[in-house]
């Protein structure tokens, strides 16, 4: 469950500073008549006589006359600092029977390190999906299920938060979990590479959609590819990150001095500030203060660029320059100038575009500003491929002819009415005026800020307009972004000016392997000594030449085309590096067999060289060898790195890399992952998670393995039988069946 004020407050806090959905605490107006629901109009239920219009029965919109807006004003919410230094916020509400708050942090992926871009957003995911230190993430949803609560985190540019929605009945429940969440996340490495692998699979779908490209494009260009603002994550920079970053990352921002906390709904403000100081009362942890964020260097790229992109059949675009902030002096009038240039299908771009040149289009202007650094002006859209230079230069038009008159009056009215339309349906409730007062303070804004911007929005004049429109519309410095088929424009694109081509290739994904040190070498040495002793010790595990796996799988029923399928399957196993799979499918019957360096495939169809992804998924399996893997401190060209106290990240020369996290009670491997190679796609995250131990010639099995992927259940495996050493020849096992 979760109000509609925590949705805003997570906009607002997280999302405020995307450029590529940016929010603005006034959000701009694409079409002023489908605002008008606001109160009744005079002279209706209020004794007030006809219009000579409306008794006449032509009554025109015009006619309309609405009451006065009325003045936005934060409530008077309570505000404490409690002993800790952390900032407590309540507002009663009880209108219903419900409880909600949200931690604002001072943190971001604006102080992201630039080999670990991506930090922050892993943060932000895993603190709720990796649990915390004695409740995992299911158990926690759990929880949350059985009392109908909701609890998110999110980290964004310039803010994190963490936010809980509750009846009220079980506010005090929620509230412990919350603290726990807050002060203890688990940060489990299996939810860690989960969400590694969701971010792995943006980067490489990054250039799907034309329209993301030329307003991504667009940003890193203005704010520059070498600021924080315009860092990309790549597979690198996630790959990076160790669940030891996160530990770290978490250590530093979250302490009680840089936390504002906000409470509201149904309770006592005197009974829920004696709570919360109680419950937060042995948060101590203290830190030097955040660093500022990084200032944005007005990086011009003015001209045109091209974002070549064959597979999309119409052009996309964004067209503009750096923009400012909301504590401006000028906000107000360029949001009424962006409004009537883009604010809509009467605004003079669409009307150019459709009525004058019969150009079907969807533009839109905005002058976004941001609440910690400049946002941007922003003219974006799309046209059919052969009108792109036309409607550019249509553009580029527009944005002359307003810096050399007045607007019209009813330009300027209507613009005006929509934004202060806008940010009054926004404001108009208690609880959204807290939420918008809290991130202001959040950012330093004076508490007279939402009404001065709301006498701003009314004040400004048609010179004004004119004024503003001269002194911040640059056409000569307009970064013109083209995401196109370039064969399919009417007009070539230089027409326009001298065109630079934009590399959109994403560099290649490698084996993503932890950073180590000798400190982490060693210990990841003895993590997996101790693993061996539980095993049975190094010397027995030494001593199997080879092992035969009879095994049941049962496909998971969600899993497509093959769900409910039950799949017979031996592997066997002869040192140091022959390896064989045999599997009976609802197709047929399935053989994989390498010798470490060559291999066959044999299917239904017929047999063939073992190459490609079945290649490299069988030496990814023959890397993970249950008896190789735990004695990886014994082979040539492996390195065992500590990725935490009780996991380990195993790698080779030839690039094969798995992470196996260690139960910290038996020292037994709990779960092994890693990625599985996928015919013309990104790797799939995966894992192996071990159970039901039993002993086969001195050693502890595990007899049943449950197969994830992709972040969801693929198969259970039940071992049916396992035998060791029985003395079998490799030469037998590489022929292939009849």
């Given at each position: 469950m979760?109000?509609?004020?925590?949705?805003?407050?997570?906009?607002?806090?997280?999302?405020?500073q995307s450029r590529a959905n940016p929010v603005s605490g006034a959000p701009k107006t694409k079409n002023p008549a489908s605002r008008a629901t606001a109160p009744a109009p005079a002279g209706r239920g209020r004794g007030t006589a006809p219009t000579p219009a409306a008794a006449s029965g032509a009554l025109s919109p015009k006619d309309l006359k609405y009451p006065p807006r009325g003045a936005l004003q934060a409530p008077n919410s309570a505000t404490f600092t409690l002993p800790n230094g952390m900032k407590l916020y309540l507002l009663e509400d009880h209108d219903l029977p419900l409880v909600s708050g949200i931690a604002l942090v001072r943190t971001g992926s604006l102080?992201?390190?630039?080999?670990?871009?991506?930090?922050?957003?892993?943060a932000g995911i895993t603190m709720r999906t990796g649990g915390t230190t004695v409740k995992t993430g299911e158990q926690i949803d759990t929880l949350l299920d059985n009392v109908a609560s909701n609890m998110e985190s999110v980290i964004g540019d310039s803010a994190g938060t963490l936010s809980f929605a509750a009846l009220k009945e079980?506010?005090?429940?929620?509230?412990?979990?919350?603290?726990?969440?807050?002060t203890q996340p688990g940060f489990r490495q299996d939810k860690i590479e989960l969400a590694k692998s969701q971010l792995r699979g943006a980067v490489s779908h990054r250039n799907d959609n034309a329209r993301v490209i030329?307003?991504?494009?667009f940003a890193n260009l203005i704010y520059g590819k070498n600021a924080p603002f315009g860092w990309q994550q790549e597979y690198a920079t996630i790959d990076r990150v160790s669940r030891n970053d996160l530990r770290a990352f978490h250590r530093r921002y979250f302490f009680p001095a840089n936390v504002m906390l906000s409470v509201w709904g149904d309770f006592n403000t005197a009974e829920m500030k004696a709570s919360v100081e109680k419950l937060f009362a042995d948060w101590t942890v203290q830190q030097p203060p955040v660093p500022e964020f990084a200032k944005v260097r007005n990086v011009a790229s003015p001209g045109v660029f091209l974002a070549e992109k064959k597979d999309t059949p119409q052009t996309f675009f964004t067209i503009g320059h750096l923009g400012g902030q909301r504590d401006g002096k000028d906000y107000a009038a360029l949001e009424i100038l962006s409004g009537i240039l883009g604010g809509g299908s009467q605004s003079r771009i669409a009307d150019r575009l459709r009525t004058k040149l019969g150009i079907p289009n969807d533009v839109s202007a905005t002058w976004n500003a941001g609440y910690a650094y400049p946002g941007l002006f922003e003219i974006s859209g799309s046209t059919r491929s052969v009108s792109t230079v036309e409607t550019i230069q249509a553009i580029q038009q527009e944005i002359d002819r307003i810096r050399t008159a007045e607007v019209t009056e009813d330009e300027w009215r209507n613009a005006r009415d929509a934004a202060g339309n806008s940010?009054?349906?926004t404001h108009d409730s208690?609880?959204?005026?807290?939420?918008s007062q809290m991130i202001l303070d959040y950012y330093g804004y004076p508490k007279d800020y939402l009404p001065e911007y709301q006498k701003a929005l009314e004040s400004v004049t048609r010179a004004d307009v004119l004024r503003v429109a001269k002194q911040y519309l640059n056409p000569a410095n307009l970064t013109v972004v083209v995401a196109a088929n370039s064969t399919m424009f009417g007009e070539p694109l230089e027409k326009l000016g001298a065109v630079s081509k934009l590399d959109l290739a994403i560099p290649e994904a490698q084996p993503r392997v932890t950073e180590s040190s000798d400190a982490s070498l060693a210990e990841g040495k003895q993590i997996l000594l101790k693993a061996q002793a539980a095993a049975g010790g190094a010397e027995r595990l030494a001593a199997v030449k080879d092992y035969t796996m009879l095994a049941e799988y049962l496909i998971d029923a969600a899993v497509a085309n093959i769900g409910g399928s039950k799949i017979l399957q031996t592997d066997i196993w002869v040192a140091p590096t022959t390896f064989r799979q045999d599997a009976t499918l609802p197709a047929g019957h399935i053989t994989m067999y390498t010798d470490g360096?060559?291999?066959?495939?044999?299917?239904?169809?017929?047999?063939?060289a073992?190459?490609?992804?079945?290649?490299?998924?069988?030496f990814g399996d023959l890397f993970r060898v249950y008896y190789r893997l735990l004695l990886s401190d014994r082979l040539e060209g492996r390195s065992v790195n500590a990725t935490d106290d009780s996991s380990v990240q195993i790698t080779d020369t030839t690039g094969q890399v798995t992470s196996v996290e260690f139960d910290p009670r038996t020292h037994l491997p709990k779960r092994v992952s890693y990625d599985t190679p996928q015919a013309g796609g990104a790797p799939i995250y995966s894992e192996d998670v071990y159970d039901d131990f039993r002993d086969v010639g001195g050693i502890k099995v595990p007899f049943k393995i449950t197969i994830n992927q992709g972040g969801g259940k693929f198969a259970d495996l039940v071992v049916k039988d396992y035998k060791l050493n029985t003395g079998l020849n490799p030469l037998e096992i590489g022929r292939r069946p009849q």
């Open positions: 979760r109000t509609f004020l925590g949705i805003l407050l997570l906009a607002a806090a997280a999302g405020a102080l992201d390190p630039p080999q670990r871009v991506g930090l922050a957003q892993l079980h506010a005090a429940a929620t509230l412990q979990l919350f603290k726990e969440v807050l030329a307003r991504r494009e940010l009054a349906f208690r609880s959204k005026l807290f939420a360096k060559a291999g066959w495939i044999s299917t239904p169809q017929g047999w063939g073992l190459v490609g992804v079945q290649r490299s998924q069988v």
